[in-house]
Nanobody, 120 residues
Framework: QVQLVESGGGLVQPGGSLRLSCAAS????????MRWYRQAPGKERELVAS????????NYRDSVKGRFTISRDNAKNTVYLQMSSLKPEDTAVYYC?????????????WGKGTLVTVSS
């Protein structure tokens, strides 16, 4: 029923750009804050970016500040991660996560990820 489906991953060269999408269904998207995480082989999953349910506030880990932008379109039930100036260390599986707020507090959902490879 509940689904978060990431798309947009692929192979890009260092310095390139990529936009990830996460399409949500089966729940009230507008009642959830959204996050992007990533996990590289042999490393812990780490929070990349987050934004509030309204899209009015964002946060980024230091290593992606100025390069990545998280946004959402509640009318389309979709969250995006625009990635620019990509570096090899950005290579990872990227996951979206929905975190319930308000009446949905305590509910969490994960997507299954999309692979981003930054390499020459």
């Amino acid at each position: 029923q509940v689904q978060l489906v990431e798309s947009g991953g692929g192979l890009v060269q260092p310095g390139g750009s990529l936009r990830l999408s996460c399409a949500a269904s089966g729940f009230t998207f507008s009642s959830y804050a959204m996050r992007w995480y990533r996990q590289a082989p042999g490393k812990e999953r780490e929070l990349v970016a987050s934004l509030t349910s309204s899209g009015g506030s964002t946060n980024y880990r230091d290593s992606v500040k100025g390069r990545f932008t998280i946004s959402r379109d509640n009318a389309k039930n979709t969250v995006y991660l625009q990635m620019s100036s990509l570096k090899p260390e950005d290579t990872a599986v990227y996951y979206c996560k929905a975190v319930g707020v308000g009446s949905s507090y305590g509910m969490e959902y994960w997507g299954k990820g999309t692979l981003v490879t930054v390499s020459s």
